[in-house]
């Protein structure tokens, strides 16, 4: 048993984007901490921590948001952690881009993460935590990643104004996001094998470290910006990326 | 996990405020604290040290003590630091600018490449600087009239811990370099400058203006920061700045 073992008992976690990658890894270790884990996504995987239930959610659609918090705040009363991993990485320059390609990614990047701190926190009591994925390409530009670093980057600001709108209300509810580096995941592995322009090895070059980050060590971070010990944490963005934005 | 138990940790600044609650936490958490700073001061669970951070020989020889009787050192938090009053570029003095980037700025470059050297030899580690959200963004009069020689070196701090990080990661040295950016807390540095100031009920009322969720932060609150980059699962962080500042900088 960890020592941290058990620090959110008690508590309500949604994670979107749950079914693999970082957001399976937040799931099981909010989960690990104890907490009720409340697994989105569009499909249900096939090894879903023990004590998460699963809960399908498009996250670009704002009726089945308010279905999700209803649902779950009717029968767990509360929601006192919500982590928006649901996110898409694709390939695309200025020209390459078409409007349907920006509306997909912009949709479930950037709409998804504000509808879901829009329907959760109305319901989430002081010492609630919201934590986005940002990205290092919010930091960053790359000219065959147009979508995805601008609505990276859209999130990194969005995160802002929810912490400055939950501090001007005085819920008590704090928001953060995470910036991970290239992470070993089902979506990046899907991004390398459609055939990019760039290479892995490329990519991972940009890494001081000179390798990919566990999908666990940004849960970690993500953990910590949760929990109690990021108590005066608002409005932040924390990196973790093998040095990549250094 | 998130425990440091087994590990050996050197907070500089320990008497007060931050470092002190670093060191504190610390040894909560399971490790072998040595507390040090420039005066002479009594902290039950650690052992104290006394050290002038701007001295070489004075890191040379606490690095060489805690070796001796610890075998190791796995984490160092950079804590010591000073602001000085009147410190506007009218009217900071040229050994008000001295004092101010020895101490903040000579004294964490010091303590990284000295202490990274032990650690590397042990296969790794984490350095934790500590710079400001003054080394971001002038204090604006919100509570000093200025951070002339302060903001400047928590700025330089800032890039000290990106070059010194990516230096370490290349070398394959196993040691990461992280910066906490800390807002206004409720340490002595903050709470006497404001005993002093002519204001002080209107500049503490300013700080909790500036800080969005409308207080002062607690030392402890910066100390859970530290712990986490101090800890395994901080694994993947170095380079970064991690921002504690009850969300001032977002604004």
């Given at each position: 048993?960890?020592?941290?073992?058990?620090?959110m008992?008690?508590?309500?976690?949604?994670?979107?984007?749950?079914?693999?990658?970082?957001?399976?890894?937040?799931?099981a270790q909010?989960a690990?901490e104890g907490a009720?884990?409340?697994?989105?996504d569009l499909?249900?995987?096939?090894?879903?921590?023990e004590?998460a239930?699963?809960a399908?959610l498009?996250?670009t659609?704002?009726q089945a948001w308010?279905?999700?918090?209803?649902?779950?705040?009717a029968r767990l009363g509360?929601?006192?952690i919500l982590?928006?991993?649901?996110?898409?990485?694709?390939?695309g320059?200025?020209?390459s881009?078409?409007?349907e390609d920006w509306r997909r990614?912009?949709a479930?990047n950037v709409?998804?993460?504000?509808?879901g701190?829009q329907?959760?926190i109305?319901?989430?009591p002081?010492?609630?935590?919201i934590?986005?994925?940002?990205?290092i390409?919010?930091?960053l530009?790359?000219?065959?990643l147009?979508?995805?670093?601008t609505?990276k980057?859209?999130?990194v600001?969005?995160?802002r104004?929810?912490a400055?709108?939950?501090a001007?209300?005085?819920n008590?509810?704090?928001?953060?996001?995470?910036?991970p580096?290239t992470?070993g995941?089902p979506m990046?592995?899907d991004?390398?094998n459609?055939?990019p322009?760039?290479?892995?090895d490329?990519?991972i070059?940009a890494?001081?470290?000179g390798?990919?980050?566990l999908p666990?060590?940004?849960?970690a971070?993500i953990?910590?910006?949760?929990?109690?010990?990021a108590?005066f944490?608002?409005?932040?963005?924390?990196p973790?990326?093998?040095g990549a934005?250094? | 996990?998130?425990g440091?138990?087994g590990k050996?940790a050197?907070v500089t600044?320990?008497?007060?405020?931050?470092g002190?609650?670093?060191a504190?936490?610390f040894?909560?958490e399971g490790?072998?604290v040595?507390?040090a700073?420039?005066?002479?001061f009594d902290?039950p669970?650690c052992t104290t040290v006394?050290?002038?951070?701007?001295?070489q020989?004075?890191?040379?020889r606490?690095l060489?003590?805690?070796?001796?009787?610890?075998?190791?050192?796995d984490?160092?938090?950079n804590?010591?630091?000073i602001?000085l009053d009147?410190?506007?570029v009218?009217?900071c003095?040229?050994d008000?600018?001295k004092?101010?980037?020895?101490?903040n700025?000579?004294?964490?470059?010091i303590g990284?490449?000295?202490?990274?050297?032990v650690m590397?030899?042990?296969g790794g580690?984490?350095?934790i600087n500590?710079?400001?959200?003054?080394g971001?963004?002038g204090d604006?009069?919100?509570?000093a009239?200025g951070?002339?020689?302060?903001?400047?070196?928590?700025?330089a701090v800032?890039?000290?811990?990106r070059?010194?990080?990516r230096?370490?990661?290349?070398?394959n040295t196993g040691?990461r370099?992280?910066?906490?950016?800390?807002?206004y807390?409720?340490?002595?540095?903050?709470?006497?400058y404001?005993?002093?100031?002519?204001?002080g009920?209107?500049?503490r009322?300013?700080?909790?203006?500036?800080?969005?969720?409308g207080?002062?932060?607690r030392?402890?609150?910066?100390a859970?920061?530290?712990l986490f980059?101090?800890?395994d699962r901080a694994?993947?962080?170095t380079g970064?700045?991690?921002?504690?500042?009850?969300?001032?900088?977002?604004r």
């Open positions: 048993m960890s020592e941290t073992e058990g620090q008992k008690g508590r309500v976690a949604i994670v979107t984007g749950a079914a693999s990658g970082i957001g399976a890894e937040v799931a909010i690990n009720r884990v409340v697994a989105a499909n249900e995987p096939a090894n879903l921590p004590d239930e699963f399908a498009d996250v659609d704002p308010q279905k999700l918090v209803a649902d779950v705040v509360r929601v006192d982590v928006n991993c649901a996110g898409i990485l694709a390939e320059t200025l020209w881009t078409t409007l990614i912009i479930i709409e998804g993460t504000f509808l701190c329907a959760v109305p319901h989430m002081a010492g609630g935590s934590v986005n994925i940002g990205s390409s919010a930091w530009g790359d000219a065959d147009l979508g995805y670093t609505s980057a859209a999130v600001n969005l995160t104004e929810i400055l709108d939950c001007r209300r005085g008590g509810v704090r928001c953060n996001s995470v910036s580096g992470t995941t990046v592995r991004f390398f459609a055939g322009r760039a290479t892995h490329e990519w070059a890494h001081p470290l390798r990919e980050i666990g060590e940004v849960a971070v953990v910590f910006l949760a929990g109690d010990d108590s944490v608002t409005g932040a963005d924390y973790v990326d093998c934005l250094a | 996990m998130s440091l138990s050996v050197l600044g320990a008497a007060s405020g931050l002190r609650a670093t504190l936490r040894h909560e490790a072998t040595f507390a700073d420039q005066r002479p902290d669970p006394e050290m002038d951070v701007r001295r020989e004075d890191w040379q606490v060489d003590m805690i070796v001796a009787q610890a075998g190791r050192i984490v160092l938090v804590a010591a630091g602001a009147g410190d506007t009218a009217t003095t040229p008000m600018w004092d101010t980037m020895e101490v700025l000579d004294g964490t470059f990284c490449k000295l202490a990274s050297r590397a030899e042990a580690g984490s350095i500590v710079a400001s959200i003054n971001a963004t604006g009069g919100i509570v009239e951070v002339a020689a302060y903001g400047a070196s928590k700025a800032r890039m000290l811990t070059s010194a990080a230096f370490l990661a290349e070398q040691v370099c992280n910066v906490i950016s800390p807002g807390f409720a340490t002595p540095m903050v709470l006497d404001l005993d002093a100031h002519e204001d009920a209107g500049a009322a300013r700080i909790e203006e500036a800080q969005p969720l207080r002062l932060g030392p402890e609150e910066f859970g920061v530290a980059l101090a800890s694994s993947a962080v970064s700045e991690y921002v504690v500042d009850g969300g001032y900088l977002a």
